[in-house]
T-cell receptor
């Protein structure tokens, strides 16, 4: 399977702290994406990083990509209770017509 | 904003029934996808379609079929529902296949 894997599976932090989630994948990619899912809802796209990029920022989100290690990390700074959700990485895999999603990290931010 | 609408948020059906899950998108996207999501297994691709009347199998197509008669609508069909198909089903669409996907809110299907 080309499915990625997030680490940790679950993370609990205090409001205001930073949250870091990691993603490892298996094949060469064109890009890697991060999504967020609130409980019982669909996924929402957060950020896309191309294989020739090493770091990307969007608001309080910072994503890094290391293609030599086939890994990515998502950092959420100054977390808020509203950031409580599951976070998924997704890779395209060169030649693939679809995305491969990881198993997700469940983030809980305690007010 | 792209809107992907799934016909039901919650659905309860009986074993052996034929079940239809409907998905409609309003952005003229070529690509549409059906996933199922189970605890600990993440999202698994069932089928996808890159054009009207075109379909391709994903990772777990067994027990499912799909229909795409119009560009905006992608239907998932459970030919004879079984209890192991109880799951959350998510539909998504995108204009270019490896670009961000837009998801519906999901259908939580229970097969009794």
């Amino acid at each position: 399977s080309q499915q990625g894997e997030e680490d940790p599976q679950a993370l609990s932090i205090q409001e205001g702290e930073n949250a870091t989630m990691n993603c490892s994948y298996k094949t060469s990619i064109n890009n890697l994406q991060w999504y967020r899912q609130n409980s019982g809802r669909g996924l929402v796209h957060l950020i896309l990083i191309r294989s020739n990029e090493r770091e990307k920022h969007s608001g309080r989100l910072r994503v890094t990509l290391d293609t030599s290690k086939k890994s990515s990390s998502l950092l959420i700074t100054a977390s808020r209770a509203a950031d409580t959700a599951s976070y998924f990485c997704a890779t395209d895999g060169t030649g693939a017509n679809n995305l491969f999603f990881g198993t997700g990290t469940r983030l809980t931010v305690i007010p | 904003d792209v809107k992907v609408t799934q016909s039901s948020r919650y659905l309860v059906k009986r074993t052996g029934e034929k079940v239809f899950l409907e998905c409609v998108q309003d952005m003229d996207h070529e690509n549409m996808f059906w996933y199922r999501q189970d605890p600990g297994l993440g999202l698994r691709l069932i089928y996808f379609s890159y054009d009207v009347k075109m379909k391709e199998k994903g990772d777990i197509p067994e027990g499912y079929s799909v229909s795409r008669e119009k560009k905006e609508r992608f239907s998932l069909i459970l030919e004879s529902a079984s209890t192991n198909q109880t799951s959350m089903y998510l539909c998504a669409s995108t204009g270019v296949h490896n670009q961000p996907q837009h998801f519906g809110d999901g259908t939580r299907l229970s097969i009794l």
